[in-house]
């Protein structure tokens, strides 16, 4: 579990932060560390990791996500709370029968293409992705987020490998993750942020 | 967490002068891992939005014994392609020296048992989003026809003649257990 501070209340009184990583020191072995973990308990509007540490080099998200919206959705993802339309899309999928190429500029979130199976599938079901992001410190790029993605649905579903830019250079403090047109991510949905170390 | 994903070696381009970069020079990789992940995030000078990456491994830059194939897409279009028996295999997807200032495309190698005595195979899967329509993603997979283990990695621009400041190249390592 990665540490962004170690808060000296939390130490000598034992209360405990809001924060996993206020909280304990942990020894960290290797360069792939696990920082947080978001579980839903119940329907949530969205998943948003904030104060993401910067000890790392690169970010991964690793998303088991499904949408309570009739028949699927897509999901957003925004950077630093930027509503802006400073994002840009690029999909390359499949749903078993035809390719599909999309792209989209000036959009308003980098998203998962139709990626999330929601109200009108096989109970149970969860799309599984997989984002990476090279580099989210760096203040002289813009970031660059690649996610592999899908689901099957014994007869629908798709594959994707999807592209996003962020056009800033800012340093990614917090990510925020949402249904682009149901209104929640249903229980049990799941979405890990790991820190990679350069 | 236990100890199986960790660093090996990284390099950051100091200035617009690299054009090669060696990944465990003089065969330094450690033998010790399941298999290797090397993720890089590069823009070359091409005068194009995009350029592909070139990657050899051991330093044999002669014979015929790397092959490819690929799929990627622009944003409207895909399309696929492939080499056989050469000595410069393309794969993945860098910024090019005309797309938008600070992009640099973004594209990840896995290349499983790399220690074995089969031939070796990779996979990737790069990202150079521009923001309009480009050359934005590439899936690919390579396997160069040797029972030699890796124990070095070479890239470098196909088209561009060096690297542009800030590019960098973090190799990590994989165990099973």
């Known amino acids: 579990m990665g540490i962004r501070s170690l808060k000296t209340a939390s130490i000598s009184t034992g209360v405990k932060r809001s924060k996993v990583w206020d909280q304990s020191a942990v020894v960290l072995l290797g360069s792939f560390d696990s920082i947080a973990t978001a579980t839903l308990s119940s329907s949530q509007s969205a998943i948003t990791f904030s104060s993401i540490p910067s000890t790392y080099k690169h970010l991964q998200l690793r998303m088991l996500l499904r949408a309570d919206r009739s028949g699927g959705d897509d999901i957003m993802i925004k950077f630093n709370g930027d509503s802006g339309a400073n994002y840009v899309n690029h999909v390359m999928g499949g749903d078993g029968a035809s390719p599909f190429p999309y792209g989209q500029t000036g959009n308003n979130f980098i998203y998962a293409y139709q990626g999330v199976p929601g109200a009108g599938t096989t109970s149970g079901l969860f799309y599984g992705g997989i984002l990476d992001i090279l580099d989210y410190q760096n203040t002289n790029k813009n970031k660059v987020t690649r996610n592999i993605q899908g689901y099957d649905n014994n007869g629908g579903g798709n594959i994707e490998l999807t592209s996003g830019l962020w056009q800033s250079t800012a340093a990614i403090s917090s990510i925020s993750v949402a249904p682009r047109y149901g209104t929640n991510f249903v229980q049990y949905s799941q979405i890990a942020l790991y820190g990679i170390k350069g | ?177």
């Not at chain 2, 939005?49 to 490819?68: A, E, H, P």
């Not at chain 2, 790069?126 to 040797?146: E, R």
């Not at chain 2, 400041?165 to 257990?177: A, E, M, R, V």
């Open chain 2, 1 to 177: 967490m236990a100890n199986t994903y960790k660093l090996i070696q990284s390099f950051t381009v100091p200035n617009s002068t690299t054009y090669t970069v060696d990944i465990g020079s003089g065969g330094t990789i450690p033998q010790t891992y399941t298999d290797l992940i090397l993720h890089i995030n590069t823009r070359s000078n091409r005068a194009a939005l995009n350029d592909d990456i070139v990657l050899r491994i051991n330093g044999v830059t002669t014979g015929t014994i790397y092959g490819n194939r690929r799929a990627y897409v622009n944003g409207t279009g895909t399309g696929t392609d492939a080499q056989a028996g050469v000595n410069s295999p393309y794969i993945g997807t860098a910024g090019g020296g005309s797309t938008t200032a600070n992009m640099f495309g973004a594209t990840t190698y896995y290349f499983p048992s790399y220690t074995g005595s089969l031939n070796k195979i990779m996979n990737s899967k790069g990202s150079s989003t521009d923001i309009g329509a480009d050359l934005s993603q590439t899936m690919g997979y390579w396997t160069a026809a040797t029972s030699s283990p890796i124990t070095s990695i070479t890239i470098f621009p196909q088209n561009g003649t060096y690297w542009a400041q800030g590019s960098n190249f973090y190799l990590y390592g994989i165990k099973n257990s």
